[in-house]
Nanobody, 124 residues
C-alpha cells in the first residue's frame, strides 16, 4: 500500500468551489492510478473521479461530470480534485484512493490505498 495524505476540504456555500489534494508519501511504483470516493452519513462510499497513472485519462461519476476535475502532478506525487458549482448533496467525507495497474474503477474494493478522508460541507 501507498500512504496517501489529503488536504483541503471545509465549508463552502452552494455554488462555490473547493479543491482537494492527495499526496503520496513516497513515489508509487508502476502504473498507479489515483482516485476519489466520497461517503455521506448513512450512505455507501461512492466513486467520484479518478485519473490514470500518467494523467492521460480521467473518469467521473455522472453526478459530478462537468463540475469536478481530477488531475495529477507526478513530479509532486500529488493528485487534485477541483470541485465547482457545489451543491449540498456533494457534502460528504472525501477519500483519496490509489491502486497499481488499475485504469479506474467504480468499486471501492478495487482500490488498495486510502487516505484518511477530509470533510466537505456545502451549505444551502
Amino acid at each position: 500500500q501507498v500512504q496517501l495524505l489529503e488536504s483541503g476540504g471545509g465549508l463552502v456555500q452552494t455554488g462555490g468551489s473547493m479543491s482537494l489534494s492527495c499526496t503520496a508519501v513516497r513515489p508509487p511504483a508502476g502504473h498507479f492510478s489515483l482516485g476519489w470516493f466520497r461517503q455521506a452519513p448513512g450512505k455507501e462510499r461512492e466513486f467520484v473521479a479518478s485519473v490514470n497513472w500518467n494523467g492521460s485519462h480521467d473518469y467521473y461519476a455522472n453526478l459530478v461530470r462537468g463540475r469536478f476535475t481530477a488531475t495529477r502532478d507526478n513530479v509532486k506525487n500529488t493528485a487534485y480534485l477541483q470541485m465547482t458549482r457545489l451543491v449540498p448533496e456533494d457534502s460528504a467525507v472525501y477519500f483519496c484512493t490509489g491502486a497499481e495497474s488499475l485504469e479506474s474503477s467504480d468499486f471501492a474494493s478495487d482500490w488498495t490505498s486510502w487516505g484518511q478522508g477530509t470533510q466537505v460541507t456545502v451549505s444551502s
